[in-house]
């Protein structure tokens, strides 16, 4: 509640003071006595009374004149240029017709080197004037929005416009109610290119022209497009910790003082880590570069508030899953995580650690750097670490992972590991486990669309699990409200499964994979068990900017059916486990073990095959294989054809690390074809590749 409305609220409550403080006097009381009395705490009152108006008082000042405290300075007066752009080029319904990027560049610079107010508010009102207000005939009524999240147009009466400047926005925010002119630069993503997944289709609304990092106008012009974009249409953006309106004033200080690419990416990474959202990631080739593009053999991950190694690569030796990282290169971890605030957007610690335990994994290609451990029994050791994966080659080792989609495991129950079940497999999985006493479904990771259909086992008809802010691209910053009630489909189940259905739950839980625990959570005996989720769940735009800069946020404002905040907090829980260090080196999954009751057992032995990679593919001649192997082994290398047919046979000796073979294909026909390499212990990975002429 806006603190104003609460306080008058509390100071005009109707009572009937006499009758409340005569009551508090005991019966034997005089009534001279009880007057003087009454009269004293009548007296107290009226001095709170005083106060209290005078606080009332005092923050309506200041809640008005928060706009009023923008300095007169270039800074401040490129604050209101940002502003006055932004909110013009959206609601005018000429905005097809006017070249925004040079409107803009061309006033930074009149307004940067503006010498005095008078003179930045001429350059404002030609500005105004060159676009032209909206004629009367033209005036339209804002749509019924069930919020207005966003648009705020109190900063019109900031004191450094002029009287005419202030005049004109006035006229122009009457007129201006919905513009139905937008759809030229925004309009709903349809989705007919399948590369282009942002919910909103901003493309045609993206600045259209190569900046030159030297010059001031080109990094403001790129700064000030993207702040009102999420200014309109970030749906939580209240839930920073920094105003959005503080994080452009500091914005536009950094990118003046900015020297060059790397100063600006920078300031802009830092920009974006005010978003607080771990939707809002930033991706550029400075920055990429900045960060480095090789990587460690290891990944490490936030557990009992340390970060320590979760996993070691094939091949690598000189410290422990489970050892603490201490320092690297002499900086203690949390000196480097203070640093990466500015780079790292994060809705919550949670997922601050999540992304800075892979941060933590990059540097230059083929670097070394020492860092420093404490091991199981609390010693401390240094340890020279070697940046020598190719990222690309991290990152898929990270993301596999050994086992089937679907299994039993202790006590009958079945598990479920959401990131690898398909929707092909959900009617073969829940023909095999619809007679457990529980299911667990574990979340742990990104799960492939298949809620809907699970949905129809689990639950007897469509709920309401979710309602949403969906925003108006005719009025922007302005949102509706929608439930998803009927967003997948129909179905009436008068048996749906009658066990227990457990939903496993952490950091590594975002989006798409909290939407589907929200939803299955409303199943009969569902529990939801695990720590803090990612609180990143809606629809994800993105911006494309030059040089293969591309700037991320949540599309939509996403909450329970009871309008519990997901962002930032994430999902409800019913059940917290946290998993600690001595799980970890134990190879434990504790969480799994508060379900079934079970030990989980001492640390399974990896599979020998742990990566497979063909290139070039397609193929003309030569086909080279990569196989990261855990250990010595003896593998069979065959090829199929589409039909099933076996084109070649092969066996090969594997050592631990990589192995790189070379097959000739060049008698292979045409096509498509399976490569398929089966190690010793039974584990095998398959490829298809395409044999050209």
């Not at 006033?107 to 500005?127: E, K, Q, R």
């Not at 201006?176 to 630069?185: E, I, P, V, Y």
């Not at 090789?294 to 094939?314: D, H, S, T």
């Not at 196989?627 to 593998?635: H, Q």
Request: neutral net charge; proline residues 4%; hydrophobic residues 35%.
């Amino acid at each position: 509640m806006n603190p104003k409305v609460y306080y008058m609220n509390w100071y005009f409550r109707k009572q009937n003071l006499d009758s409340i403080f005569t009551g508090h006097f005991p019966a034997a009381i005089s009534d001279s006595s009880r007057s003087i009395l009454l009269h004293s705490y009548k007296r107290q009152l009226n001095m709170k009374r005083i106060l209290l108006l005078n606080l009332v008082f005092i923050i309506a000042i200041f809640g008005n004149k928060a706009h009023s405290q923008i300095p007169d300075n270039a800074e401040g007066r490129l604050w209101g240029l940002c502003k006055v752009w932004g909110y013009i080029k959206y609601y005018h319904p000429k905005t097809c017709q006017v070249n925004w990027d040079s409107l803009l560049r061309e006033n930074i610079t009149l307004v940067s080197t503006a010498p005095s107010n008078a003179s930045f508010n001429n350059s404002l009102n030609n500005m105004l004037n060159f676009v032209g207000q909206i004629p009367p005939q033209l005036s339209t009524v804002a749509p019924a929005a069930d919020s207005n999240l966003n648009l705020n147009l109190d900063w019109i009466n900031n004191s450094n416009f002029s009287t005419t400047v202030q005049n004109f926005l006035q006229t122009f925010k009457s007129r201006a109610g919905k513009n139905d002119s937008l759809a030229c630069r925004i309009i709903f993503n349809d989705y007919t290119d399948y590369d282009y997944t942002s919910y909103l289709d901003l493309r045609y609304d993206e600045p259209n022209f190569i900046p030159d990092y030297t010059l001031e106008k080109d990094r403001l012009a790129l700064t000030f497009y993207y702040w009102n974009t999420f200014n309109y249409f970030g749906p939580y953006r209240k839930l920073n910790d920094v105003s959005w309106d503080t994080v452009l004033k500091h914005t536009i200080t950094d990118m003046r003082t900015a020297t060059g690419n790397l100063d600006y990416t920078l300031a802009f990474a830092k920009m974006q880590s005010n978003i607080d959202d771990a939707h809002a990631s930033f991706s550029s080739v400075s920055l990429s570069d900045y960060l480095g593009r090789g990587a460690l053999g290891a990944q490490f991950r936030w557990y009992e508030n340390k970060i320590v190694v979760y996993k070691v690569y094939p091949g690598t030796t000189g410290f422990q899953v489970g050892d603490e990282i201490v320092k690297i290169d002499g900086e203690n971890i949390a000196d480097i995580a203070a640093r990466y605030r500015n780079i790292i957007a994060a809705s919550n610690e949670a997922t601050f650690y999540r992304n800075l335990s892979v941060f933590l994994v990059r540097r230059a290609y083929n670097s070394a750097v020492n860092f420093e451990f404490r091991n199981a029994s609390g010693q401390l050791y240094t340890h020279l670490m070697q940046y020598n994966l190719e990222g690309a080659t991290w990152n898929a080792w990270k993301e596999a992972s050994d086992g089937p989609a679907w299994k039993t495991v202790c006590n009958g129950y079945g598990y479920v590991d959401m990131g690898k079940l398909t929707i092909s497999q959900c009617a073969q999985m829940y023909e095999e486990f619809k007679t457990k006493p529980g299911i667990i479904l574990d979340c742990r990771n990104y799960p492939k669309g298949t809620f809907p259909t699970l949905a129809r086992y689990f639950l007897q008809q469509p709920t309401m699990s979710a309602r949403y802010f969906n925003p108006d691209i005719k009025a922007p910053g302005l949102f509706t409200v929608h439930t998803d009630l009927n967003n997948h489909g129909t179905w009436n189940n008068p048996a749906p499964y009658s066990g227990k259905l457990y939903l496993i739950v952490n950091q590594e839980t975002q989006s798409h994979g909290e939407y589907t625990v929200q939803y299955l959570s409303n199943a009969a005996n569902a529990k939801v068990i695990g720590t803090q989720t990612a609180g990143a769940d809606g629809n994800v735009n993105y911006v494309n900017l030059p040089n293969a800069t591309q700037l991320y946020f949540t599309g939509l404002g996403w909450y329970y059916d009871d309008w519990y905040q997901c962002q930032r907090n994430g999902l409800k829980i019913d059940t917290i486990v946290s998993p600690t260090i001595q799980g970890l080196r134990e190879g434990r999954d504790e969480l799994l073990e508060r379900i079934t009751g079970c030990t989980t057992s001492m640390k399974p032995v990896a599979s020998t095959i742990q990566l497979l990679e063909l290139m070039p593919n397609p193929v003309h001649q030569e086909l080279a294989l990569s196989l990261l192997s855990s250990g010595r082994s003896t593998v069979k290398i065959v090829i199929n054809d589409l039909s099933g047919g076996l084109r070649l046979s092969r066996e090969e000796h594997a050592l631990p690390g990589d192995n790189i073979w070379k097959i000739n294909v060049e008698s292979l026909s045409p096509g498509l074809y399976f490569l398929q390499v089966t190690a010793a212990d039974g584990s095998r990975s398959t490829r298809k590749f395409v044999k050209q002429s």
